[in-house]
């Protein structure tokens, strides 16, 4: 992402930056996923020791207007008002991926009462959550 993001070639990863220090960290995407202008994507590196999630943000002339990196952090989006969301937005943020939600309160709430509250829209899906536990962070949209 850095590289695409700020031009940085190869040589940049031996100095530090990105690269941690010369040993190289390979951003490999296990999911990328899309819900009106926000792009969620993550992986982990291939010792599974690292894990990552981007998120950004694309404007209307297809430019990333906001790009948030997350390390070693499980990440739950919110959409906070969906009542205030534009009919447009709530239509994208319908095809948003599925979350891990158990199948009871999914099925136990009505349609008036998931309007009137925070909707959970993405959850991180690692591989790895059963044996490393990590901090977790809401990111409100």
């Known amino acids: 992402m850095m590289r695409l993001l700020t031009g940085a ?5 031996n100095r530090g930056g990105a690269g941690g220090g010369g040993g190289g960290f390979f951003f490999s ?3 990328v ?3 009106g202008s926000t792009v969620i994507a993550e992986g982990a590196d291939d010792a599974r020791q690292l894990y990552w999630v981007h998120a950004w943000t694309v404007g209307p002339d297809g430019v990333i207007t906001k ?4 390390f070693n952090t499980d990440l739950t989006v919110t959409l906070l008002s969906s009542g205030a969301a534009s009919s447009a937005k709530k239509a994208d943020i319908e095809g948003a991926p599925p ?3 158990d199948a009871a309160s999914s ?3 009505s349609p008036s009462a998931a309007a009137a509250g925070p909707k959970c829209l993405w959850q991180s899906r690692r591989a790895d959550s059963a044996h490393k536990s990590l901090p977790g962070l809401v990111l409100a949209i």
């Open 9 to 13: 070639d190869q040589r940049d990863k």
């Open 107 to 109: 099925s136990s709430s």
């Open 67 to 70: 790009l948030r990196e997350y």
């Open 33 to 35: 996923d899309a819900f």
């Open 99 to 101: 979350k891990q939600q």
């Open 29 to 31: 995407p296990r999911s």
